[in-house]
């Protein structure tokens, strides 16, 4: 037998207002016996709470953070300083048309001479070398440092077409000097190279009185 | 049987209910201040701290285990979790905390032992009136898992609804569904025209 729909406030149930639903009265006094009679707690003398101690799960979203912004620190610190070397060590490079430029003859200028030729003998059977050759290549050090650096200009030799090495502008007596300076360089090295390839061919003529070898007669 | 017909309204709080559960979330919740004061050595706060809560973990258990098993495992479980209070990182949410640990310790009850035995315990036990306590308990254990704690906190227990959201952590909205949809639950399987 089911009997009528009714309208029945919640309130009773929700926090005992309104008015009382006898239902609910008459389950909440069965049920009351059973409800909880706490004993007193015992607690074992042993037993003591821990104290909170250090958690890391507790500062995990503080230490993410903070590894966060650590790392956009480094990374910004090292791209600073990158990008500050690569500016100290590039030349300056301005785009130009494809032409033929005085920067070859700068960069023969700038060849290294070996540190032996300088201390090997520098005025030896040469009368046009009226200074030593250690002088010759301190002057021609000195008109280098204004000007790029050659190891650069190879390591982008794609480009040497479109790009031209922006030369320092020198005074005209300095301008002398150095042209100078380098022709008494590249006079040195001619005679150092010649010496070179006398003494290696006495070396070789001792061993062996015919320089030709593993040569078929022609004809 | 009845039909409770229950408007939308009625589920949701009225203006009362939503000005006392603000003022009292206003007010610095004590469970915290005794948490605190166990933490740092005073033990008898914890007997405090137990009286509060014994009620909510009982009730929790007794939709889960034998009435009998009920005191000796709210006993362990607060015993539990004062040895683990280090580790509950919001002292305002001990009610949730210690809620979970009761749930955890049923489930764990179940599984190393045998039901029937409690039951029939139950059952035989004691006078008439609590004989059908105890069968209108089992017909309450048999709704779903979000009513039937509800209900046991609301008609065993004599808390409020009110009090079940703030010591649950549910919302009051979610505990006044629960309260409503279970009891209609529970009038249906009741049938309440034979009288209680």
């Excluded at chain 1, 048309?97 to 920067?103: D, I, L, N, V």
């Excluded at chain 1, 190891?151 to 090495?165: K, M, P």
């Excluded at chain 2, 014994?54 to 000796?72: M, N, Q, T």
């Amino acid at each position: 037998m089911k009997k009528p729909m009714r309208n029945v406030s919640d309130d009773y149930l929700w926090d005992q207002s309104g008015e009382p639903d006898p239902e609910i009265q008459e389950l909440e006094q069965l049920l009351g016996t059973l409800r909880c009679q706490p004993r007193p707690l015992e607690i074992p003398a042993a037993l003591q709470p821990s104290r909170p101690r250090f958690v890391l799960r507790d500062f995990k979203p503080r230490l993410a953070i903070a590894a966060a912004i650590a790392l956009v620190v480094l990374g910004a610190g090292l791209w600073l300083g990158l990008a500050r070397r690569e500016r100290r060590d590039t030349p300056e490079l301005v785009k130009t048309a494809a032409k033929p430029s005085a920067s070859d003859d700068s960069r023969q200028a700038a060849v290294i001479v070996p540190e032996d030729v300088s201390h090997e003998n520098p005025n030896a059977g040469n009368e046009v070398l009226k200074e030593p050759v250690s002088v010759l290549v301190e002057r021609v050090n000195r008109t280098r440092r204004n000007r790029p650096n050659p190891t650069t200009v190879a390591a982008n030799a794609n480009r040497q077409r479109e790009i031209e090495l922006k030369t320092p502008e020198l005074a005209g007596n300095e301008l002398k000097e150095a042209q100078a300076g380098k022709a008494h360089l590249m006079l040195a090295l001619r005679v150092a190279s010649a010496k070179l390839n006398l003494a290696i061919k006495k070396a070789q003529g001792s061993t062996s009185g015919n320089l030709i070898h593993n040569q078929h007669k022609v004809g | 049987m009845y039909e409770l017909e229950a408007p939308a309204d009625l589920l949701l709080m009225n203006g009362q209910s939503k000005v006392a559960i603000k003022q009292r979330s206003d007010e610095p919740p004590p469970e915290a201040l005794l948490i605190r004061a166990v933490l740092e050595g005073d033990r008898d706060q914890y007997g405090r701290l137990y009286s509060l809560y014994a009620p909510l973990v009982h009730g929790i258990l007794l939709a889960r285990v034998p009435r009998s098993e009920a005191e000796d495992l709210a006993q362990d479980i607060f015993l539990h979790a004062l040895r683990k209070l280090d580790t509950l990182r919001d002292l305002n949410a001990f009610g949730p905390w210690i809620g979970m640990i009761a749930r955890n310790r049923a489930m764990d009850f179940h599984r190393k032992s045998h039901e029937t035995v409690e039951v029939t315990e139950d059952l035989k036990s004691g006078d008439a009136t609590e004989t059908k306590a105890a069968e209108i308990l089992e017909i309450i254990r048999s709704l779903p898992d979000a009513y039937r704690e509800t209900l046991i906190l609301r008609l065993v227990e004599g808390m409020t609804g009110p009090e079940i959201a703030t010591r649950t952590g549910l919302t009051p909205a979610s505990v006044r569904v629960n309260l409503h949809r279970g009891m209609k639950l529970l009038r249906g399987k009741l049938g309440f025209e034979e009288g209680l």
